[in-house]
Every structure is written in C-alpha cells, then in structure tokens.
C-alpha cells in the first residue's frame, strides 16, 4: 500500500498543478490528500467564464477521494507554482473541516514542507457534530 512523505505529497501536488485550468487568474493550484490507507488523490482549480462558478484545487481533491471510496483523509498537500506558501482558502478548510483532515501541508518559502495541524487554521470551527442538536 502506498504511503507518502510530507515532501512527496508536496511534490505531487507541484506536478498536478500543472494541469490546473486557471485561464482567467492565472493562479495554479494543485492539492494532494493522503487518506488513512496511504492512498493519494489529487485535484487542480478549475475556472469557469462565470468565475463564481471555478472551483478549488482542494475541493476537486476531496470530491475524486470521497468520489474514489477514500478512507478517512488524513492530510492535504497544497502548493501553487504562482504562490509560496499556498494557503488554503476559508472555503476550503471549512470543506476539509467536514471530513476532519488533521494535517495541512504547504510550501514554505524556501520550498521545504510546513505543516500545521488544521485546527491552527481554522480554530474554533464548526463541523458536523454542531448540528446534532438540530430537529429536537
Ligand atoms: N484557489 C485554489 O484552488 N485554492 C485555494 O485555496 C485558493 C485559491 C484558486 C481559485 C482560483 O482558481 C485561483 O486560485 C485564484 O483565486
């Protein structure tokens, strides 16, 4: 079974940006996660004329892994050949908040792999246990 360092998911996510479709920003992303079996799966940003309607690089890597039968994801790579480091967007740790990623990993500046735990990046969050109390 696969399994992956932080720099080798990293440099996956490097090469899969590349086939980003960003035709209106410019701005390539490729994001990378690793699910509890070591399996990877990866995603680019995908633009749309009506730029409201472009995508995330993470939200296509969650949507092939959830759409591949992943096992819990433990961790995302994100990295921009356009950006170093790469935050993920609010939108996109709210998305991996859902299926509580415990590590994020992005590109420092000298190219070497940071990694925060996702609750640094979205403290105090909501997540699907919030809504037990709904209905009652
Ligand atoms: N983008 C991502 O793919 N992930 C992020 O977390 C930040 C932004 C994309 C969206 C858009 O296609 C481009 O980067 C510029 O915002």
Same mark, same amino acid.
């Given at each position: =079974? *696969? @399994?992956?360092t932080a720099d080798e998911l990293l440099q996956q996510s490097r090469d899969v940006a590349e086939r980003a /479709? #960003? *035709?209106? !920003?410019? %701005?390539? &992303?490729? #994001?990378?996660? &690793?699910?509890?079996?070591? =399996? @990877?799966? $990866?995603? &680019?940003?995908?633009?749309? #004329?009506? /730029?409201?309607s472009g995508q995330c690089a993470e939200a296509s890597a969650i949507g092939g892994a959830v759409s591949a039968g992943a096992g819990r994801i433990k961790a995302i790579a994100v990295s921009s050949p356009n950006a170093a480091p790469c935050w993920p967007c609010g939108n996109c740790r709210q998305i991996l908040?859902?299926?509580?990623?415990?590590?994020?990993?992005?590109?420092? $500046?000298?190219? @070497?792999?940071?990694?925060? *735990?996702?609750?640094?990046?979205? *403290?105090? !969050? %909501?997540?699907?246990?919030?809504?037990?109390? #709904?209905?009652?």
């Open positions: =079974m *696969p @399994s992956f /479709y #960003a *035709p209106y !920003s410019e %701005f390539r &992303v490729g #994001a990378v996660v &690793v699910d509890e079996h070591g =399996m @990877s799966y $990866a995603g &680019v940003n995908v633009e749309n #004329a009506a /730029y409201g908040r859902e299926f509580d990623v415990e590590t994020v990993i992005v590109e420092g $500046a000298d190219g @070497s792999a940071l990694e925060l *735990p996702l609750g640094d990046l979205l *403290p105090n !969050s %909501f997540g699907p246990e919030d809504l037990k109390g #709904a209905g009652t």
